[in-house]
């Protein structure tokens, strides 16, 4: 029997991701991909493998079920920290590890941030258009159920590493730039807008996230009725009702509403991330500072396999190890699926 | 007092805006048609991808091979080459002839759209058939045309509630315009029908049928014709294209 990842269980929201497949605006499909890209390229490392063809299992809020069939396989754990446990036993997060040929990995709810990486070595899929992602909203894969046999490769080695992960599961603030209407806005709408502690609706998908907040809305100031105009990931239009919605990379490419700004690249995974109810304020920054953070970006991405080091056993690392279970006891108990 | 088209914006980082004016009319269409095909044939050092609205052009592109100011500049230059508000088309452009049934269980608010255009549900179809409609942009959803113009009468608006699902091929009507939906899609246009058309087939070496630009005429058949014709589309028998002089 070949190599496989068997999907025993599966929470609602699993799907194959790798970068996206961009280059299609103009046909109506937006680049979709991974909600968090550095999670892939965390995986990867973790993997000891290339980042530059990584495809990971996306997991919305909550993991599912897993056993490794025909052979030992190599996992890697990044993104939003789940409960997580190989045959009983608890696994730190991020990290790299080898599943047994046989053993059962089980994955919770997300003790922060919204969306979990579940990497292997080898995992294979079928391309369309360039790309092996799942693009729920356009009808391309879809989301991954129990009874689903994923292909991949033996382990090609025993994992065992770990790295620090880039704070980016807690909101916070993100950093904008104008977009083609934000000059439709007047400037008090924009500075009430930049001083609005926004809380992360719910209801977000992989195509936007609403922006919750008890004031006023923030429609234009002069209505000018919008004919549709394109969309690009990281837009913020402001919707019927005068809330702010963050448009993620499996939005629409086309919509009618205003776009009050649009969410520099470095920062859009960080409003993917954030956990329902987070705390999320808008700031506007400069072209050169939102290049600048797009290079750090791109430069950090480049270096995690220098930060890749061996989980080694000593106090500071047991110590560390006790915080995250007790962390995960308490939140387990609510959003473990399995429960 | 000079127009203020074309208009550069930038969207963030990585893309900029080209808008031809802030309504659509046809020739507003054709020009952001004509300079998309322009951009593209120059082939700009950066630029990753270009996208139409029904009255801009947008440009995706990597800021770390060119910076914004040298772009806008490069984008300043084509648009000075000539007026594009002229009416000339791109070439290479198609007429397809689609067969559509319209009305009852496949198009349930036909009467309802063609009331709101002061006319019978026989009368609307007739002028809908009649009319060459132009795909005038793709977008919102893979391979979703936009077409236009419909005569004046079709000013409609869009519902305020939400059609759940229009299935694949449904067409949907408003503000002198029909969108054909390659994928079961919720809608606030009023559902007057259905094609038997794929615009998307993501496993296909063509999988997307229509550019921008290309012209569809919708025939009218019964519902038997219509699931035959549909019936075919799935053995590769596909809508009849003929290319545009």
Known sequence: MSAALQIIAAGPGLSLQDYGRPGFLGRGLSRGGAMDPLALAEGAALMLMPAGDALAIEMAGAGGRFRAEGAALLIALTGAPMVAELDGVRLPWPGSFLMPKGAELRIGGALAGSYGYLSVAGLQAPRVLGARSAHLAGGIGGRLAAGASLPCVPAPNPGGLKLVPEDRFGGGTIRILPSAQTDQFSAATLARFEATEFRKDARASRMGARMAQDGGGFSQDAHLGILSEIIVPGDIQVIGDGAPFVLLPECQTMGGYPRIATVISADLARVAQAAPGAPIRFRFVTLDEALAARTAAAKHRKTLPDGVVSRVRNPADIADLLAYQLVGGVISATHDPED | ?245
């Open chain 2, 1 to 245: 007092m000079p127009s203020p088209f074309p208009s550069l914006h930038r969207m963030g980082e990585a893309a900029l805006l080209v808008a031809f004016a802030d309504h659509l009319s046809m020739p507003v269409n054709a020009a952001v048609l004509a300079f998309r095909a322009a951009v593209d044939a120059a082939d700009l050092p950066g630029v990753e991808e270009t996208a139409t609205s029904l009255k801009s052009v947008l440009l995706r592109f990597n800021p770390d091979l060119v910076d914004h100011v040298t772009l806008e500049g490069q984008i300043q230059a084509l648009l000075a080459e000539r007026d594009w508000i002229s009416g000339e088309m791109p070439h290479n452009r198609r007429l397809w002839r689609i067969p559509a049934v319209f009305g009852g269980d496949h198009g349930p608010q036909l009467e309802e759209a063609a009331a709101l255009a002061g006319m019978g549900a026989d009368a609307a179809i007739a002028a809908i058939c009649a009319t060459r409609l132009r795909v005038m942009t793709i977008g919102f959803a893979p391979g979703l045309p936009y077409l236009g113009q419909l005569p004046e009468g079709f000013d409609i608006p869009r519902k305020t509630e939400l059609n759940p699902a229009v299935p694949k091929g449904g067409l949907g009507l408003a503000i002198r315009q029909m969108v054909m939906f390659p994928v079961e899609t919720q809608t606030g246009w009023r559902w007057i029908g259905q094609a038997a058309f794929d615009g998307f087939r993501q496993d296909a070496t063509v999988p997307f049928a229509l550019n921008a630009g290309d012209e569809i005429l919708y025939r009218a058949v019964s519902v038997m014709e219509f699931e035959d014709s549909v019936a075919g589309l799935a053995t590769g028998q596909d809508a009849m294209a003929e290319v545009l002089p």
